[in-house]
């Protein structure tokens, strides 16, 4: 019989079942040459199935997680809801008013939208007299709502950089 | 282990877990392909992260009667080959012949043979410098234990390819290793 050919030493190892496995080992029992080159496969075969590349880093799976995860936003005040920003963005607006009008300008502008003309109830009209007796530090109150709206804009302005298009729900 | 499908729908509904699950379940298999495909180590890294990436944005298009192992090997068998042609290296066939003209050159040299000597680590450089596609199916096919079939769906080529590519690789290294081995010195 010829010798083997690499194919079907390789097919032989491989386990292929699709030809006659009792030629070949008629065959190998009285060859040495293929014997030696079966013997050669053999050891490539054995390496092969050896897993020599390197593994990646252990923290690999925590590391993809971190890019589809949004990451939790820097906040100043982490529980502040949304909507109190936008609470605060119109507080802003009535204290530059207060500002630039006067506090007792706006006393005049909350008194002359009280309905006196029309019968009032007894709540509006206490409120009315609070109001005209009223005699407060207007510019200590004007700088906390000054802070408070700045400190909640630029929450927000955090919270939208921090916004990823792909989210989890965590 | 939990079915494919419960495991994509998890995913999909949005629960984390289960992907960070798919990722250590498949992160082997993405790592490599990739190692034998992409040469420069410091970006090996950053592709399997990339193919992570590009699995979860595309996992609502995976098809339950699909192998998802194979779709994944199929995402990071493709992202390489945008990473060699970005960087201009060839996967075709051409490398082939160059390979088999390179079987006796200098680099079979008695103190590289010493330095080599170790089987093992011969080996590995000999499959290092096979052409891509050879050395990608011969790990897939021995490390992976993919089958023809399934490799053939990765690498988008017929199984016949397949198979005559793998005999041809590692009849490539046998020859490789008995030129720089005297005949009867490699023998296991």
């Known amino acids: ?170 | 282990m939990e079915d494919t499908a419960v495991i994509v729908q998890k995913i999909l509904s949005g629960n984390s877990r289960a992907f960070e699950i798919l990722i250590k379940e498949h992160q082997r298999l993405v790592n490599h392909i990739v190692y034998r495909m992409v040469s420069d180590r410091g970006d090996r890294e950053d592709v399997c992260q990339d193919i992570f990436m590009k699995v979860y944005q595309n996992l609502a298009g995976f098809r339950s009667d699909a192998k998802l192992s194979t779709w994944i090997a199929r995402i990071a068998y493709n992202r390489c080959i945008d990473y060699l042609g970005k960087n201009r290296v060839s996967v075709i066939d051409e490398e082939f012949d160059e390979a088999i003209a390179e079987i006796t050159d200098e680099s079979s040299t008695p103190e590289k043979k010493l330095l080599e000597a170790d089987l093992s680590r011969l080996l590995q450089n000999e499959i290092n410098d096979l052409p891509i596609q050879f050395r990608t199916i011969v790990t897939l096919y021995h490390l992976d234990e993919l089958s023809y079939a399934e490799i053939g769906d990765v690498m988008s080529m017929p199984e016949g390819t397949v198979k005559n590519y793998l005999f041809r690789a590692r009849r490539l290294l046998r020859e490789r290793l008995t030129a720089k081995y005297k005949e009867e010195e490699f023998r296991p």
């Open chain 1, 1 to 170: 019989m010829k010798h083997l050919n690499d194919d079907e030493i390789q097919r032989y190892l491989d386990g292929d079942t699709s030809f006659s496995r009792e030629e070949p080992m008629a065959h190998l029992e009285g060859c040495p040459q293929c014997r030696l080159r079966m013997e050669q496969y053999k050891a490539i075969f054995k390496e092969l199935r050896v897993d020599n590349i390197p593994a990646l880093s252990p923290n690999f799976a925590a590391s993809v997680m971190e890019g589809i995860r949004p990451e939790k936003p820097v906040s100043i005040f982490p529980k502040l809801m949304p909507g109190l920003s936008y609470a605060a963005l119109f507080i802003f607006g009535l204290a530059v008013s207060i500002y630039f009008m006067g506090a007792s300008t706006l006393k005049q502008i909350l008194l002359a939208l009280s309905p006196s003309n029309m019968q009032e109830p007894s709540f509006i009209t206490t409120y009315k007299n609070y109001l005209a007796g009223l005699d407060v530090d207007y510019s200590l109150i004007l700088a906390v709502i000054l802070v408070l709206a700045v400190v909640a804009l630029i929450d927000q302005m955090i919270r939208r950089r921090h916004q990823k298009p792909i989210s989890f729900m965590i």
